[in-house]
């Protein structure tokens, strides 16, 4: 069965700071991956994912992720954080089972961007 | 709009009760899936469906059963076997890759 971890629990940044936020999963085959994010009092959103090609993934609100099949990683990264990116951000590995692709998820990482 | 509902966003029971959380979609998804949020413990996948009248276990199935008599329809039991009950409960579905998700229920058992 595969699994996902995210390393950092918790971080606390200051604006205009720059973001990466780690996630590694193991699982041995084909996988899709992802990066959800969840804002206080709203729905789990796509961030990012990445299926195939070009390793390095561009997603919304200026977030990107790369990547790397030798480390089995996929981390998400932002140049320069907002206050508004105070969020809990999970990682997701996927795999096509069917009509449907079966998630895992990471245990989240809580982000506080202070002013 | 096209989305996906849970209801109640709140729901409260007395322990030894059976409690049925509501998922619909009408984004015409065959794939529908119910989740369990914990701080600290990320998602964790209760049941999923593929399609109408299937449905497989999850990774904590123990203490919950489902049904999927419609393809809009995916509501989720949670029994009394069921040693930890309170959480926040996430239904979402997918066609092929993406999966998309509902608000939340939060079940407060006491």
């Known amino acids: 069965a595969q699994s996902v971890s995210q390393h950092n629990h918790h971080v606390i940044l200051s604006e205009a700071a720059s973001l990466e936020l780690g996630c590694n999963y193991s699982y041995g085959g084909t996988v899709n991956l992802f990066w959800y994010v969840q804002y206080p009092g709203q729905h789990l959103q796509l961030l990012l994912k990445y299926f195939s090609g070009d390793p390095l993934v561009k997603g919304i609100k200026g977030f990107e992720a790369e990547f790397i099949k030798s480390k089995f990683s996929f981390n998400l990264r932002k140049p320069s954080v907002q206050w508004s990116d105070t969020a809990e951000y999970f990682c997701a590995v996927g795999i096509l089972t069917g009509g449907g692709n079966k998630l895992t998820f990471g245990t989240g990482t809580q982000l506080k961007v202070e002013l | 709009d096209g989305g996906i509902t849970q209801s109640p966003k709140y729901l409260f029971r007395k322990e030894g009760q059976n409690v049925t959380l509501s998922c619909e979609q009408n984004?015409?998804?065959?794939?529908m899936y119910w989740y369990r949020q914990d701080p600290g413990q990320g998602l964790r996948l209760i049941y999923y469906?593929?399609?109408?009248?299937?449905?497989q276990k999850g990774d904590i199935a123990e203490g919950y059963s489902v049904s999927r008599e419609k393809k809009e329809s995916f509501p989720l039991t949670v029994t009394s076997a069921q040693k930890n009950p309170t959480a926040f409960y996430l239904c979402?579905?997918?066609?092929?890759?993406?999966?998309?998700f509902g608000p939340g229920t939060r079940l407060t058992v006491t």
């Open positions: 984004l015409n998804h065959d794939a």
């Open positions: 469906s593929q399609i109408v009248n299937d449905f």
């Open positions: 979402a579905s997918s066609f092929r890759t993406e999966q998309y």
